[in-house]
């Protein structure tokens, strides 16, 4: 059950669950089918699915003049195995070494900042200025900005999640503190005298998070700062710094103290929750299943944001090389409108700010006259206030870092050595940091 909870918690952490690759499409060859005369586009993903049928045909309505072509490495249905992440890595970096594979390609779990920095992907920068089929002021200029690499924008997400924080609003409301600026140390603080609080007033034993262990913990923050120990442009790792170790040595004291457990706890016993928003109703359906009156909150950081962290759920890419840029253009571009960000099976928030708007404002007038209801079938009480601070926090959502997967398994394995008290926190930065760098360099 651990090994489930851990590989889900990695992989929404990362987005990894539902992230598709390429494959790549050898140009060349074998003699080209007749396409009627029309401008040939293909999109490479790793997995074909009623979203991309869907989007295929539409777009080909809309656009009649071009041949919209999705090229699957697997069908619907079909199981993905780990293996077949790294021969679509090895295949599509070959492919665009070459200038050959597929127009457009979903990136999510490609090497897209060495891609970039072999001038391999498309800055569509310019393309997205002069456009004139999208509403710019419509568009999550907070998301997009945030994926920006070295001032251009190489990847468009089609979908995203948020990484929020929630706090039992009952345990809080004598606390002061200003959830914007509060760091790790405030936040085991609070937490130990929130939870001495509980326990004087017979409330029982509390945790600020249970169930949790501490190298899963780790990897979290260091997803949360990633740029912080990770220089993806210069491939470069800081694992050896002094910010490193201090977050190390504070995890650890948080467990020594009994703020933190790997240990379940009862229904009720939990203070916080960091949790994955999906959709604008999780805003309601998340927070109000966990707690009766819960606090949306930003979450604790060490020298980085702590706005709500951003997970693309797909992400896409033009090939620098394509003879079809502005075609390939018009299919991004036919991503971000309302019609395929409204299409069955897209995931995620939309990166149309109206329709994110349009669900929220719906949930709010039906929490108004108290017809909406949560999954467990209870009638949420939302305080209308609230949905102006939703609103806030999706609109300035802004940290997000390319993460590498392997960096994240790195700095897991390794800690556990010094959370077991094996090996010291100097020790084991040292060897993350040798590790780290070695991989880089590959």
């Known amino acids: 059950m651990k090994a489930k909870k851990r590989m889900g918690w990695l992989a929404l952490c990362l987005a990894c669950t539902t992230v598709m690759a390429a494959c790549s499409n050898e140009k060349g060859g074998a003699e080209a089918p007749d396409t009627g005369g029309k401008t040939v586009v293909t999109l490479s993903v790793q997995q074909d699915s009623e979203f991309y049928r869907a ?35 090895k295949t599509a970096g070959t492919a665009l070494l070459s200038g050959k594979g597929a127009d457009i390609y979903e990136t999510s779990s490609l090497p897209v900042s060495e891609y970039v920095n072999q001038k391999l992907l498309l800055n569509m920068e310019d393309y997205l200025k002069q456009t004139k089929t999208l509403n710019k002021d419509d568009l999550a200029s907070n998301v997009l900005d945030a994926l920006k690499l070295n001032g251009g924008t190489y990847v468009i997400p089609g979908g995203y999640y948020l990484r929020a924080f929630l706090g039992d609003g009952d345990a809080l ?64 790792a800081k694992f050896d710094s002094p910010a490193f170790k201090s977050m190390m040595r504070q995890i650890k004291e948080m467990y020594d103290d009994q703020v933190m457990t790997s240990k379940p706890a009862e229904a009720g016993s939990q203070l916080f929750y960091s949790v994955a928003l999906q959709t604008p109703a999780d805003f309601v359906n998340i927070p109000y299943t966990l707690f009766t009156n819960p606090k949306l909150l930003h ?39 309302e019609e395929a960000q409204s299409l069955p099976g897209r995931e995620g928030f939309s990166l149309l700010r109206p329709v994110n708007q349009k669900q929220l404002s719906e949930i709010r007038e039906q929490v108004k006259n108290g017809t909406y209801k949560l999954p467990d079938g209870q009638t949420a009480k939302v305080p209308d206030g609230d949905f102006g601070e939703f609103q806030e926090m999706m609109d300035t959502a802004d940290n997000f870092a390319m993460l590498d997967g392997q960096m994240i398994s790195i700095v897991g394995g390794e800690s556990l050595a010094f959370f077991s008290g094996q090996k010291t926190a100097d020790e084991v930065a040292k060897l993350i940091q040798n590790k780290a760098n070695t991989y880089l360099k590959e």
């Open 55 to 89: 989007l295929e045909q539409k777009f080909e309505l809309a656009y009649p003049d071009i041949d919209l072509q999705v090229q699957a490495y697997k069908g619907i249905g079909e199981q993905l195995e780990a293996q077949d992440y790294e021969k679509y890595q």
């Open 173 to 236: 409301k004598n606390v002061e503190f200003n959830d914007k600026t509060w760091t790790w140390q405030e936040f085991s603080a609070i937490s130990k005298s929130l939870i001495q609080a509980e326990e004087k007033a017979g409330a029982g034993r509390r945790y600020a998070i249970p169930d949790t262990p501490p190298d899963m913990l780790l990897q979290e923050m260091v997803v949360d700062s990633y740029n912080l120990f990770v220089d993806s442009t210069a491939r470069k």
């Open 299 to 337: 979450k604790p950081h060490n020298g980085t944001k702590g706005s709500m962290r951003i997970i693309p759920m797909t992400q896409y890419a033009i090939q620098a090389k394509t003879p079809v840029a502005a075609e390939a253009w018009k299919v991004i571009e036919y991503l971000l409108s």
